[in-house]
């Protein structure tokens, strides 16, 4: 029997993961990127001796990106090395700062040191909040989200009030800890998941314990070693991958896809086609309108997680006391938050992220200099992207930051590039300009997000952070993954490979 072929839309980490997967278990796989290296979001770009990660900086859970390679006997070693960071990350309140040790015991020390009987506190919420992750890294995320049915599970059953999904994760945190500064650290890692803490199920304390236990993990020469490593790890497979190759509309014929097509008029034929790129996108723009399974109105109702502004700056000098992770929380959260979520808006005083890869790996920039990655988180769709406001920003950053250390970088900048809505629109083709996909809320959630297979067109099947199991780059591992399976186990017949 001639193998099958599968076309795959786009080479983001699910987009990876996906081919890998299927060409694993004999498919032909023909990936097509519109740009000219593969990664998705996960892009890189080197300038003036600087090298600069796109898009995700943090490196969490690894025992799923464990799991992606030792699927095809291979280890992480084999394509990178990995480094724990210690301290995680600094958090920079309004009067101090704070170093997250990697270590256990002391940051219990610390929390006892902030609030006595914290320490205590903490080993209870992390029992829960490891429970949480065992059973929803075994039990939930490695389903389709196809139908209720496959939470019907018995351990899943008598777990259910352990697993606190009907609880908001903002007042389970407070039943444990008083402190404020504990609470806003305890409920930071949501903030990757796209929704306020009272609007995030409690489920999700299981990011608790994959930063706080797991570890904070750094890529030895940036998280694009990664993408490298699954890119080579691909192609070993027999992948191939066709850059600069814009896909322009997915081939339907008596309701089943047979390909796709490309800009320059070429036609690709397969058994399969999997969006591994924007959902909305491929949707609206790659499909005839009988061909969607969601509407207009539909796509306008979801919730989205942030969108981001971002900069790329490269400076000529050092900063004393920089940590590889820093979370400027100097200033109230609840204003930037309803600038989010509730009344979209340019912040006027917001929370920032700066990740400099340099602190630990001097590669990254060129000797005496840093490679400074700024993230703001802003309202998906925020109107007004231009170069005043990018200006207006980078210098509200640059205050802080040199209030913070004493180090003004606008003496010292080498290089600087900005990139927000617009860019994401452009470059990702991004739904709303989105960064991180959908909102994990509730209703938003397993068989209630967009689904991993067409409701209109056999044969199609979609990929990434806007399907289950959600945003973030080991969901996008476990995405792919989940979509190969289901591909492979409903168009070859009898062959059941994957685990739900």
Not at 296 to 310: E, H, N, Q, S
Request: charged share 20%.
């Amino acid at each position: 029997m001639l193998p099958k072929k599968a076309s795959i839309i786009g080479s983001g980490f699910a987009g990876l993961s996906a081919a890998t997967f299927l060409a694993h278990h004999g498919w032909e796989v023909d990936v097509f990127e519109k740009h000219d290296q593969p990664g998705g979001r996960c892009r890189h770009f080197k300038q003036e001796g600087f090298t600069f990660d796109m898009g995700p900086s943090w490196y969490w859970m690894p025992d799923v990106f464990e799991h992606y390679f030792s699927s095809f006997g291979k280890k992480i070693d084999d394509y990178y090395t990995l480094h724990r960071l210690d301290p995680s990350y600094r958090i920079y309140w309004s009067d101090d700062h704070m170093d997250v040790p990697a270590n256990y015991r002391e940051l219990k020390d610390l929390f006892e040191s902030m609030e006595p009987g914290a320490g205590k506190q903490l080993d209870q919420f992390m029992s829960e909040a490891e429970y949480k992750y065992q059973v929803g890294i075994n039990k939930l995320v490695f389903k389709p989200g196809q139908s209720l049915m496959e939470l019907v599970d018995g351990e899943l059953i008598r777990g259910l009030f352990k697993l606190d999904v009907f609880k908001d994760i903002q007042s389970h945190i407070a039943r444990f800890f008083k402190h404020p500064k504990i609470r806003q650290m305890m409920e930071f890692p949501v903030l990757f998941l796209g929704a306020l803490p009272e609007h995030t199920p409690a489920l999700y304390s299981l990011m608790n314990y994959a930063d706080i236990k797991l570890g904070t993990w750094f890529p030895v020469g940036g998280m694009y070693k990664i993408v490298e490593g699954m890119h080579r790890l691909a192609v070993e497979k027999g992948v191939r991958f066709h850059f600069n190759s814009n896909v322009t509309s997915i081939e339907v014929e008596e309701n089943t896809a047979t390909g796709i097509r490309l800009q320059n008029g070429a036609l690709h034929l397969s058994d399969a086609v999997i969006g591994a790129a924007d959902y909305h996108f491929i949707e609206t723009q790659l499909l005839h309108a009988p061909h969607r399974s969601y509407s207009d109105r539909y796509w306008d109702k979801r919730v989205m997680a942030p969108g981001c502004l971002i900069y790329y700056v490269g400076i000529n000098t050092r900063i004393p006391g920089l940590q590889h992770h820093s979370l400027f929380f100097d200033v109230p959260f609840s204003d930037h938050a309803q600038e989010i979520y509730t009344h979209p808006s340019w912040p006027a005083a917001p929370l920032f992220y700066l990740s400099a890869t340099s602190v630990t790996d001097p590669s990254q920039a060129p000797e005496g200099g840093e490679n400074l990655f700024f993230l703001i988180p802003i309202a998906a769709g925020l109107d007004g992207d231009n170069e005043s406001i990018r200006e207006h920003y980078f210098n509200l950053l640059c205050e802080r930051l040199q209030n913070r250390t004493g180090v003004d970088i606008r003496n010292h900048v080498v290089i600087k590039r900005a990139y927000s809505y617009s860019n994401f629109v452009e470059d990702y083709n991004a739904f709303k300009g989105n960064a991180y996909g959908l909102a994990n809320t509730l209703m938003q959630t397993a068989h209630l997000k967009p689904s991993c297979k067409s409701k209109k067109v056999k044969h199609l099947y979609y990929t990434g952070q806007l399907t289950v199991p959600g945003p973030g780059v080991p969901p996008s591992l476990i995405s792919g993954e989940v979509v190969a399976g289901l591909v492979h186990k409903e168009i070859v017949p009898g062959l059941k490979l994957y685990p739900y």
